[in-house]
């Protein structure tokens, strides 16, 4: 815990952004790449077991292993997933006593923040990520971040001040 919040102080001092008086870092939570690709390989396999429903389409079972390994390396290039990982994988969440603050390296001007009192909810979306929405109807997505029951109760926990 002490590693994540040296992580968060040097990851927001590096994007030059300073913390408020009395704010002070609780929790850091990163993307995992496990999380990606099991939402990656569960899309290939839908959509190999899509291509199994045409009628009259029947091969054998090592066919169909071989079909669905192609699918989900054409759908990870094809459809840009390395890039959704090369994206989203550079992400840092950091929850303070006072905010939640998204930091990304790899992107230009990529620090934002929602304050902890104007969070509204935070919601599985599957089981790859949060929905984070703010009581102006602002929102945000935690991608691949988990264990996602545990980061929502974190952030659930900061905000209420418990």
């Known amino acids: 815990m002490a590693q994540d919040q040296d992580i968060g102080i040097k990851a927001l001092k590096d994007q030059g952004f300073d913390l408020h ?4 870092v609780l929790d850091v939570f990163r993307p995992r790449f496990l ?11 839908l959509t190999t077991l899509g291509f199994g429903l045409v009628p009259g389409l029947s091969i054998s079972f ?31 969440w950091v929850l303070t006593n006072h905010r939640l603050i998204l930091l990304n390296p790899r992107e230009d ?13 935070v919601r599985r979306v599957f089981w790859w990520a949060l929905s984070v929405r ?18 929502r109760d ?6 209420d001040g418990r």
Do not use: H
Not at 70 to 75: G, H, L, T
């Open 21 to 24: 008086g009395g704010e002070k």
């Open 35 to 45: 999380s990606f690709l099991q939402r990656t390989l569960v899309i290939g396999i």
């Open 62 to 92: 090592a066919a169909q292993v071989g079909l669905a390994l192609i699918i989900v390396v054409v759908w990870f290039f094809v459809f840009d997933e390395w890039q959704e990982w090369r994206d989203r994988g550079a992400d840092l």
């Open 109 to 121: 001007d990529s620090v934002s923040w929602w304050n902890l009192s104007d969070i509204q909810s």
């Open 134 to 151: 703010a009581n102006d109807r602002r929102a945000t997505v935690m991608s691949y971040v988990g264990p996602l029951g545990a980061v």
């Open 154 to 159: 974190r952030i659930l926990t900061a905000r």
